[in-house]
């Protein structure tokens, strides 16, 4: 939750208001859990120890010198240095009621109290000849310490009058934590180097329980919950774990547990179609789920064993059944609630494991060749391994050449493929498509294979250019990706058995492959530290990024928005967002000189004062692409006007009339205030006045007094200056109605003349020339045509001018059709046309 900082952290203490944390001879204080507000800079060598302290906060460092820091001004306050000889400062406490002052442990095993703001020292406790402290903790009655020592002995000391309540002793090593119940129970826990944790009894002065392997390594750090039966403690297995003390007897039950893997991840996969869950196998020889929505949903498969009770009968610390860590693994959901779902091939090993994900354990079968099970050769182990999209189906390679195909609910071996085996070099890749039909194989001599699923025949054979190192199969599109020794990758379909694409860019060996979930990008992780994406359509590099360690297993999420990553030497697994589903990202090829700058390993919250460059900014923007109005002036330019503004023109007349209504609106009779009587004696009301129904004409016959239009007066214009670009203009700007009142009104006997027509009639030839919004000139000239076709025939002007406008549309037409029937023609071709 909180923003990076650019080591690893070292140190880390809180009080009410921030967090410390420090690295090297640096001091952070965070502000929420998640910026940096402070930084304190002074001391020279690696801090070591921290101590938050009211107003201040103290911290220790390798040699030997105490910093009192004021923590708003960020300044040094007090400054001590001790003789490493005489008192090397090992651990750091602040006595309850006690103002101002420190206690202080040595190495050498005396302590010290200090008065921090009168820079005094207060007293000298001579210690008690066991050993160095290791650590401080304040007990819940006031004025009383526990001293953890290296002898494993635990002294309760009254520091007021400087003598020693009880002593303790633990036999597993140096006392590395220490921490009281305050919910009314008099009992103190103590934690040791091998990950037992010890509960002792302050009335009787005895050991009540002893809690064993309560973590692999050491105990890092322990502390009871405030007025609670809870213990947390956390060590070096990369765990944190809450123990809760309900029971009789006085010891403790794991309440929750919270755990990565304790060595780096090996292989990650996504298991399941929601994205939601990763399965990692480590090097510490576990297998384990990590869920992408929250931590709760988390679990442990637990370790490879070859004999399960023989292992919980030994323990941890001695077992000699565990197998090695798991290489790679396979997963399919299919029929994973019916057996087991997940096979697994362990390194240097002959057997693979099946795993059940539903019961959370190691499955039930241990899958091996007959030939092998009597002598056990030390070099053949299994290399890859491939499920089938049923479920039903295991197929594993082996590092002498072997593929061999076991059933997952019975553990069977069904059949293996070639004669005696499949290739003559180690299998380096096995994968089965998504209907059973083809298993393909890839072998280190530089073969790949195609079988027939079922009858283990040998359909097809192709020879790589390279040795092969890596194969992934995209089941639902057949693309198969390729990695080489040589670090290139190819890129097979599996119907047509052809190499489609091929890429060269890395510079070391690639660990990993992964598809997106369309089959469109592949995305390739090398020893040289980049993660790169091709784009497979335009066989183009669109992304590449550079990282500190070198990633050593990827997986893309079904779902397409998450790319999971894990690293050399690193426990964690990384998420890294898929930028093009929330925003508009330009998915441009790279550039051959492309230096790709190093990105940092993404957190749970980004660094907020990050300036992004203005390089980085225009990069990632699409580029509009302006379209000039004409190409080139032989190609015929078509007007990015909408159809229905030049579409109808000839059907207006039957537009007009479709939308005429059929009679016209009534005009409801109001009733008048005071409906008027007979006059009589008995009252009736009187009949309603006829009103006329001799219909006026509301059309004013203006004839000569017409205004010319706009368009009149720039076609009369352009007679003699011959510009037709503004009557044109005017044109395209009007809607269809409009556009037919215009032409109306060219005519002579509405208000227009022959010389207006000729100019129109020019106007049409000019587009016709230039090729531009060619069908606008075929729409305007249609109905043009349509409204004076009598006028035209009668006037030997018009009908020379109409002449000249026929010959140009008639080449122009015979231009078109000779490509429009090319493209037909190649286009029947291509469809009838055995290739």
């Given at each position: 939750?909180?923003?990076?900082?650019?080591?690893?952290?070292?140190?880390?203490?809180?009080?009410?208001?921030?967090?410390?944390?420090?690295?090297?001879?640096?001091?952070?204080?965070?502000?929420?859990?998640?910026?940096?507000?402070?930084?304190?800079?002074?001391?020279?060598?690696?801090?070591?120890?921290?101590?938050?302290?009211?107003?201040?906060?103290?911290?220790?460092?390798?040699?030997?010198?105490?910093?009192?820091?004021?923590?708003?001004?960020?300044?040094?306050?007090?400054?001590?240095?001790?003789?490493?000889?005489?008192?090397?400062?090992?651990?750091?406490?602040?006595?309850?009621?006690?103002?101002?002052?420190?206690?202080?442990?040595?190495?050498?095993?005396?302590?010290?109290?200090?008065?921090?703001?009168?820079?005094?020292?207060?007293?000298?406790?001579?210690?008690?000849?066991?050993?160095?402290?290791?650590?401080?903790?304040?007990?819940?009655?006031?004025?009383?310490?526990?001293?953890?020592?290296?002898?494993?002995?635990?002294?309760?000391?009254?520091?007021?009058?400087?003598?020693?309540?009880?002593?303790?002793?633990?036999?597993?090593?140096?006392?590395?934590?220490?921490?009281?119940?305050?919910?009314?129970?008099?009992?103190?826990?103590?934690?040791?180097?091998?990950?037992?944790?010890?509960?002792?009894?302050?009335?009787?002065?005895?050991?009540?329980?002893?809690?064993?392997?309560?973590?692999?390594?050491?105990?890092?750090?322990?502390?009871?919950?405030?007025?609670?039966?809870?213990?947390?403690?956390?060590?070096?297995?990369?765990?944190?774990?809450?123990?809760?003390?309900?029971?009789?007897?006085?010891?403790?039950?794991?309440?929750?547990?919270?755990?990565?893997?304790?060595?780096?991840?090996?292989?990650?996969?996504?298991?399941?179609?929601?994205?939601?869950?990763?399965?990692?196998?480590?090097?510490?020889?576990?297998?384990?789920?990590?869920?992408?929505?929250?931590?709760?949903?988390?679990?442990?498969?637990?370790?490879?064993?070859?004999?399960?009770?023989?292992?919980?009968?030994?323990?941890?610390?001695?077992?000699?059944?565990?197998?090695?860590?798991?290489?790679?693994?396979?997963?399919?959901?299919?029929?994973?609630?019916?057996?087991?779902?997940?096979?697994?091939?362990?390194?240097?090993?002959?057997?693979?494991?099946?795993?059940?994900?539903?019961?959370?354990?190691?499955?039930?079968?241990?899958?091996?060749?007959?030939?092998?099970?009597?002598?056990?050769?030390?070099?053949?182990?299994?290399?890859?391994?491939?499920?089938?999209?049923?479920?039903?189906?295991?197929?594993?390679?082996?590092?002498?050449?072997?593929?061999?195909?076991?059933?997952?609910?019975?553990?069977?071996?069904?059949?293996?493929?070639?004669?005696?085996?499949?290739?003559?070099?180690?299998?380096?890749?096995?994968?089965?498509?998504?209907?059973?039909?083809?298993?393909?194989?890839?072998?280190?001599?530089?073969?790949?294979?195609?079988?027939?699923?079922?009858?283990?025949?040998?359909?097809?054979?192709?020879?790589?250019?390279?040795?092969?190192?890596?194969?992934?199969?995209?089941?639902?599109?057949?693309?198969?990706?390729?990695?080489?020794?040589?670090?290139?990758?190819?890129?097979?379909?599996?119907?047509?058995?052809?190499?489609?694409?091929?890429?060269?860019?890395?510079?070391?060996?690639?660990?990993?492959?992964?598809?997106?979930?369309?089959?469109?990008?592949?995305?390739?992780?090398?020893?040289?530290?980049?993660?790169?994406?091709?784009?497979?359509?335009?066989?183009?590099?669109?992304?590449?990024?550079?990282?500190?360690?070198?990633?050593?297993?990827?997986?893309?999420?079904?779902?397409?928005?998450?790319?999971?990553?894990?690293?050399?030497?690193?426990?964690?697994?990384?998420?890294?967002?898929?930028?093009?589903?929330?925003?508009?990202?330009?998915?441009?090829?790279?550039?051959?000189?492309?230096?790709?700058?190093?990105?940092?390993?993404?957190?749970?919250?980004?660094?907020?004062?990050?300036?992004?460059?203005?390089?980085?900014?225009?990069?990632?923007?699409?580029?509009?692409?302006?379209?000039?109005?004409?190409?080139?002036?032989?190609?015929?330019?078509?007007?990015?006007?909408?159809?229905?503004?030049?579409?109808?023109?000839?059907?207006?007349?039957?537009?007009?009339?479709?939308?005429?209504?059929?009679?016209?609106?009534?005009?409801?009779?109001?009733?008048?205030?005071?409906?008027?009587?007979?006059?009589?004696?008995?009252?009736?009301?009187?009949?309603?006045?006829?009103?006329?129904?001799?219909?006026?004409?509301?059309?004013?016959?203006?004839?000569?007094?017409?205004?010319?239009?706009?368009?009149?007066?720039?076609?009369?214009?352009?007679?003699?200056?011959?510009?037709?670009?503004?009557?044109?203009?005017?044109?395209?700007?009007?809607?269809?109605?409009?556009?037919?009142?215009?032409?109306?009104?060219?005519?002579?006997?509405?208000?227009?003349?022959?010389?207006?027509?000729?100019?129109?009639?020019?106007?049409?030839?000019?587009?016709?020339?230039?090729?531009?919004?060619?069908?606008?000139?075929?729409?305007?000239?249609?109905?043009?045509?349509?409204?004076?076709?009598?006028?035209?025939?009668?006037?030997?002007?018009?009908?020379?001018?109409?002449?000249?406008?026929?010959?140009?549309?008639?080449?122009?037409?015979?231009?078109?059709?000779?490509?429009?029937?090319?493209?037909?023609?190649?286009?029947?071709?291509?469809?009838?046309?055995l290739l």
């Amino acid at each position: 939750i909180g923003n990076a900082l650019l080591q690893d952290i070292t140190c880390l203490a809180a009080d009410r208001m921030l967090v410390f944390a420090s690295y090297g001879n640096l001091l952070h204080a965070f502000a929420r859990n998640k910026e940096v507000v402070h930084i304190y800079d002074g001391h020279k060598g690696e801090i070591r120890l921290l101590q938050p302290f009211g107003d201040h906060v103290i911290s220790v460092d390798i040699d030997n010198v105490l910093i009192v820091w004021d923590v708003q001004s960020e300044e040094e306050y007090l400054q001590l240095t001790f003789d490493k000889a005489v008192f090397a400062v090992s651990a750091i406490m602040h006595p309850s009621t006690y103002l101002n002052k420190i206690l202080l442990g040595s190495e050498q095993g005396s302590l010290q109290l200090w008065n921090v703001k009168s820079n005094k020292l207060l007293y000298s406790f001579p210690g008690w000849g066991l050993g160095g402290v290791t650590t401080l903790e304040q007990a819940p009655a006031v004025d009383v310490v526990a001293i953890g020592l290296v002898s494993g002995h635990i002294i309760v000391h009254n520091i007021k009058f400087d003598e020693t309540l009880m002593k303790f002793q633990q036999d597993w090593g140096p006392i590395t934590a220490i921490s009281f119940r305050t919910d009314g129970h008099p009992v103190m826990a103590a934690g040791s180097p091998i990950g037992h944790i010890a509960l002792w009894d302050l009335e009787e002065k005895k050991l009540i329980s002893q809690m064993r392997n309560a973590h692999s390594t050491a105990i890092a750090g322990m502390s009871f919950v405030q007025g609670e039966p809870l213990l947390v403690t956390n060590g070096a297995d990369n765990a944190i774990k809450i123990w809760i003390f309900d029971g009789p007897g006085g010891g403790g039950r794991l309440l929750r547990c919270r755990m990565g893997h304790s060595a780096p991840p090996t292989k990650i996969r996504y298991h399941g179609q929601n994205g939601q869950q990763i399965l990692s196998a480590g090097q510490d020889g576990t297998l384990q789920s990590f869920s992408t929505v929250h931590e709760r949903f988390n679990k442990s498969l637990g370790r490879g064993s070859i004999n399960k009770k023989k292992s919980k009968r030994k323990g941890l610390l001695y077992d000699t059944m565990a197998l090695p860590p798991i290489t790679a693994f396979a997963t399919e959901i299919a029929r994973q609630n019916d057996w087991d779902g997940i096979i697994a091939c362990h390194q240097g090993y002959i057997t693979c494991t099946t795993w059940n994900y539903q019961k959370t354990s190691m499955g039930a079968h241990k899958l091996k060749p007959k030939a092998f099970s009597k002598n056990k050769p030390l070099d053949v182990y299994a290399t890859v391994i491939d499920i089938t999209s049923c479920g039903n189906f295991a197929v594993i390679g082996l590092s002498t050449g072997h593929v061999d195909v076991y059933n997952m609910q019975s553990g069977i071996h069904r059949g293996h493929y070639g004669k005696e085996k499949a290739h003559e070099g180690a299998i380096r890749g096995v994968a089965v498509d998504g209907l059973n039909q083809l298993t393909i194989t890839a072998g280190s001599e530089g073969l790949i294979k195609f079988w027939k699923f079922k009858t283990m025949d040998l359909v097809y054979s192709a020879n790589l250019s390279s040795s092969p190192s890596a194969m992934l199969l995209h089941r639902d599109s057949g693309i198969l990706g390729i990695a080489s020794d040589d670090f290139g990758i190819s890129v097979l379909d599996v119907e047509t058995r052809r190499i489609v694409r091929k890429f060269s860019g890395h510079h070391s060996q690639i660990n990993d492959m992964a598809f997106s979930p369309d089959g469109r990008w592949l995305i390739t992780a090398s020893m040289d530290c980049t993660i790169k994406t091709w784009d497979l359509p335009s066989g183009c590099l669109i992304d590449c990024f550079l990282l500190d360690s070198a990633a050593i297993s990827i997986s893309m999420s079904p779902t397409g928005d998450f790319l999971a990553s894990s690293h050399v030497d690193d426990l964690g697994i990384y998420l890294w967002s898929n930028r093009s589903l929330y925003s508009l990202v330009s998915l441009r090829p790279l550039s051959a000189d492309y230096e790709p700058s190093v990105i940092m390993l993404p957190g749970t919250c980004p660094a907020q004062d990050v300036d992004i460059t203005g390089d980085e900014e225009t990069s990632n923007e699409m580029i509009d692409y302006n379209s000039p109005a004409q190409l080139e002036e032989q190609l015929v330019t078509m007007s990015s006007l909408s159809e229905s503004r030049w579409k109808n023109l000839l059907n207006l007349d039957v537009i007009k009339k479709k939308n005429k209504p059929r009679e016209p609106p009534k005009v409801p009779k109001s009733a008048p205030f005071f409906i008027p009587t007979v006059p009589g004696l008995i009252p009736r009301y009187a009949a309603a006045k006829q009103e006329n129904d001799g219909q006026q004409s509301k059309v004013v016959n203006l004839g000569v007094l017409a205004q010319k239009s706009d368009f009149y007066v720039q076609l009369e214009e352009a007679l003699s200056s011959n510009e037709y670009k503004s009557p044109l203009s005017i044109l395209k700007e009007m809607g269809p109605s409009s556009i037919e009142t215009e032409l109306r009104g060219l005519a002579p006997d509405a208000g227009g003349s022959v010389e207006v027509m000729k100019s129109f009639l020019r106007l049409i030839g000019t587009m016709l020339n230039t090729k531009c919004d060619f069908e606008l000139a075929q729409a305007y000239l249609a109905l043009f045509l349509k409204l004076h076709l009598k006028i035209l025939s009668s006037e030997p002007v018009l009908l020379e001018e109409i002449a000249k406008v026929s010959t140009q549309l008639e080449e122009t037409w015979i231009h078109l059709q000779t490509l429009f029937n090319q493209s037909l023609c190649v286009l029947n071709y291509m469809k009838s046309a055995l290739l």
